[in-house]
């Protein structure tokens, strides 16, 4: 009876540990075909973006469509490391908790207005 109470932790402990190795192995592997698309996107997002730090800009903001983005960078300009760091560390934060939450954007220089 022991004797199966032992086999049935440790068949559970590597199945756990087999789990969360393919989960982070997946996380943490770049998708080349990801970057190329990522890097497309960045290199329009850093020239043509629309986000000002003005108070002007801030003020016009509510009155921008409903389908209206705000894209690229407001005071600097954009890093395509740092861009990518960001945009794997929201992934990979919404991966681990498993939560949809809607006000943590997907892309953090793309976002509604």
Not at 21 to 50: A, C, R
Request: proline share 5%; with cysteine; aromatic share 16%.
């Amino acid at each position: 009876m022991m004797e199966n109470k032992i086999r049935f932790i440790i068949v559970g402990l590597f199945a756990l540990l087999g789990y969360f190795y393919y989960f982070f192995q997946k996380i943490n592997t770049p998708q080349i075909s990801t970057y190329q698309t990522l890097y497309e996107k960045f290199n329009y997002l850093s020239q043509n973006g629309n986000s000002s730090c003005s108070p002007v800009f801030k003020e016009s903001i509510s009155s921008m469509p409903s389908n209206a983005r705000l894209q690229g960078s407001c005071c600097s300009p954009m890093s395509w490391h740092r861009y990518r760091e960001q945009i794997e560390g929201l992934r990979k934060f919404k991966s681990v908790f498993s939560q949809n939450i809607d006000k943590i954007p997907d892309d953090p220089y793309d976002i509604e207005a």
